[in-house]
């Protein structure tokens, strides 16, 4: 599937943002780029919760009547439930609101495509390896604040176990509540490991606390374009090979899951 050009639409891509990660937002633009590249809409905007623009400001950026809303985030939950309807005044999958049309989508992480980036990315930073005697474990932050997040990680280890990758294992952990990401070596019964942090961005959890809890980093380290923990594979610790991937929100073709999510909406909303 294709999603046909839309030349008088804009694209509005919503991330969160960070005050202190200066690498945080720059998936989302180079998520932009890459549609804007394609020519598909007649603009492509990025706005966000904690950086400029801000999400109050973006609809004043737009000359397009019509808008696809698209949430660049990895799970459903408090702020793709909450804080973004409150913040466009959105009222449903479609509102509209101050002489514009603005259609609402679901978040990127949830749409079935992610797997294939998965596994994309996991061959990437381990093309020799043999997947027979490697466990794949899917990583992200856990706690009882969002059981969405979670649930989208476990919906992904399920999809890369039918997809017929050949992992001997494909596993789920996190970093704040069981299976725990910190006992990764226990949870593998495999010589190689490979690691998948499911973020959006290499925020402080990828780039700094996961390489600690996972025995490759003795400390917190600086922000992920002043250093290369995503470019030493393959680490040998605890007794195993281990390969360390970036988030696979920064992988470029996410700009596809992005368009896919878009193609989705008009066949749910306009039974195209």
Same mark, same amino acid.
């Given at each position: ?11 509005? *891509?919503?991330? $969160? ?7 945080? =937002? @720059? ?7 890459? *549609?804007?590249?394609?020519? +598909? ?12 623009? =801000? ?6 950026? *737009?000359?397009?009547?019509? %808008?696809? %809303? ?19 005044? &959105? ?5 509209? +609101? ?7 989508? +679901?978040?990127?992480?949830? $749409?079935?495509?992610?797997?294939? #980036?998965? #596994? ?12 027979? &005697? @490697?466990? &794949?474990?899917? @990583? ?7 059981? /969405? ?40 019964? @495999? ?12 925020? #402080? $959890? ?18 992920? =374009? ?6 030493? /594979?393959?680490?040998? %610790?605890?007794?195993?090979? +281990? ?13 596809? %899951? ?10 749910? $909303?306009?039974?195209?």
């Amino acid at each position: 599937m294709s999603l046909a050009p839309k030349p008088n639409t804009a694209l509005l *891509i919503v991330g $969160h943002g960070s005050t202190e990660n200066p690498d945080s =937002s @720059t998936p989302y633009f180079e998520h932009a780029d890459e *549609i804007r590249s394609r020519g +598909l809409f007649a603009e492509v905007h990025c706005c966000f919760w904690k950086e400029e623009p =801000s999400m109050r400001e973006a609809a004043y950026m *737009i000359d397009a009547e019509e %808008v696809y %809303v698209v949430p660049d985030f990895i799970s459903e939950g408090y702020f793709t439930q909450e804080v973004i309807p409150r913040e466009f005044e &959105l009222s449903g999958p479609t509102t509209q +609101l101050r002489g514009k049309t603005f259609h609402y989508c +679901l978040p990127v992480g949830v $749409h079935s495509s992610m797997t294939g #980036l998965i #596994l994309r990315r996991a061959k990437e930073i381990a093309p020799d390896i043999d997947p027979a &005697l @490697t466990t &794949l474990i899917i @990583t992200g932050h856990g706690t009882g604040l969002n059981q /969405n997040s979670t649930k989208a990680i476990r919906d992904q280890v399920e999809h890369i176990i039918a997809s017929g990758a050949g992992y001997a294992a494909v596993i789920d952990a996190y970093m704040e509540e069981q299976p725990f990401i910190a006992d990764w070596d226990k949870l593998s019964q @495999t010589p190689n490991v490979v690691i998948v942090p499911f973020f959006i961005s290499d925020g #402080l $959890h990828s780039y700094q606390d996961i390489p600690v809890l996972i025995g490759i980093e003795n400390e917190v380290g600086a922000a992920a =374009s002043q250093r290369g923990v995503f470019r030493h /594979n393959p680490h040998h %610790v605890r007794g195993k090979t +281990l390969y360390y991937s970036s988030a696979i929100g920064t992988e470029r073709l996410l700009a596809d %899951v992005i368009l896919d999510q878009v193609y989705d909406f008009d066949h749910v $909303h306009k039974k195209l």
